[in-house]
């Protein structure tokens, strides 16, 4: 079950907090709901390795934006490239 | 929190300008600074995620007075210190006193 | 900061950092000259110019590259693996919907390994803010004005992969060699700002 939540087309949102140091999720993609489009291999997470913590890898995904959700406007996409711990996959209704 | 480099969808930058045939380095010391980085790295100094976040932990006024390669040296001297690898004081110029 | 005063106050300041890291065995002789010439020698354009006219010519190999684009680029003589350590290449293809157009808002990622160092407009913070939110204006400044039917996909190198845009073969070039066909590809080609 826990291998299937996150797959090519599955929605997810993004973090919506801000956390004190470095991170990789751009403040314009936070909170935000997108699809993943493909995994971008594995990787220990930026944050921990910035502040010389210990990490084991995890899924990177491309993860699809429509810009109308992150701007308001727009008629086109942004993919950002997301660790999987930013991502919490959305449960579709039954 | 946000920081300065977290710059997507932000307003109030101009157009963006192009240099029409732009060399890879601009001056002697920006390769340098370029290549110092890289050897540090390789010898596990420090890695390229606290180089990224020493950049973004500069003061934000001297982060946005800084030239791209200002910044990067200044990442580099930051680590450096922090990392006891050198002392404040021997980053000093010896001729500035 | 950066007038002539200011480059060789710096300029002596990286010379000084050098032998300091030097008289602690953390930097050999003549090392730094060595990477840079290295580094100069290695990366270009001109790499990522070969990979586009290969599969503007091969469409097996075009399918292989964005499928796996760490792999197909071995066939033509080159890697991800001269940086820092192997990066992830993923290959974004242009078609007559969709132009593709790369930026790192977060800091200024880019296959320099391969393509050699980026532009100072892909690390302004005037491209950087602006391309994901307002692409089809920026890449107007450029004065590529794509078709209004044309979507636009804009890829954030926020991560571990870098990115590269393969353009669309451009019309009339059916009888171009493939080395004349590199020789049309751009920089900005290959990062979305330009069509070619």
């Known amino acids: ?94 | 929190m946000s920081r300065v480099n977290d710059v997507g969808g932000m307003s109030g930058f101009p157009a963006v300008i192009e240099e029409p045939d732009e060399p890879p380095f601009h001056s002697d010391w920006e390769a340098h600074v370029f290549a110092l980085n890289g050897a540090l790295i390789r010898r596990g100094v420090y890695n390229l995620d606290e180089f990224r976040d020493a950049q973004e932990r500069l003061p934000v006024q001297e982060y946005l007075a800084a030239s791209y390669y200002e910044r990067w040296f200044a990442a580099i001297t930051t680590l450096l210190r922090e990392k006891g690898v050198v002392a404040g004081e021997e980053l000093e110029l010896p001729d500035e006193h | 900061m950066s007038d002539d005063h200011g480059s060789s106050v710096i300029s002596a300041q990286v010379r000084h950092v050098e032998s300091l890291l030097e008289s602690r065995g953390l930097l050999d002789a003549g090392e730094i000259d060595t990477r840079i010439d290295e580094f100069l020698a290695g990366g270009s354009p001109a790499n990522g110019a070969r990979i586009v006219a290969r599969a503007w010519v091969d469409p097996g190999f075009a399918e292989r590259l964005l499928a796996d684009a760490n792999s197909a680029i071995r066939e033509v003589g080159l890697s991800m693996a001269g940086g820092l350590q192997e990066q992830r290449l993923k290959v974004v293809a242009n078609t007559e919907g969709e132009h593709n157009v790369v930026v790192c808002t977060l800091c200024s990622c880019y296959p320099i390994a391969l393509l050699g160092p980026s532009p100072s407009w892909y690390k302004s913070e005037a491209y950087r803010s602006r391309v994901v939110r307002d692409p089809r204006g920026v890449l107007a400044e450029f004065g590529l004005e794509l078709p209004a039917g044309t979507s636009i996909a804009v890829w954030d190198a926020s991560a571990e992969s870098r990115y590269m845009v393969l353009p669309r073969r451009p019309d009339g070039t059916e009888g171009l060699a493939e080395d004349e066909l590199a020789a049309r590809v751009t920089r900005k080609g290959l990062i979305g700002t330009a069509a070619v």
């Not at chain 1, 935000?32 to 910035?50: F, T, Y």
């Open chain 1, 1 to 94: 079950m826990s291998t299937d939540r996150f797959a090519p087309g599955v929605r997810v949102r993004t973090r919506t907090t801000d956390p004190a140091g470095h991170t990789r999720l751009p403040r314009y993609a936070r909170g935000a709901v997108g699809v993943l489009v493909e995994q971008a291999g594995r990787h220990p997470l930026a944050d921990d390795r910035a502040r010389g913590v210990p990490a084991d890898p995890q899924p990177v995904w491309h993860v699809r934006f429509a810009a109308a959700d992150l701007f308001g406007a727009g008629d086109h996409t942004v993919t950002v490239e997301l660790w999987q711990e930013y991502l919490t996959p959305i449960e579709e209704a039954p």
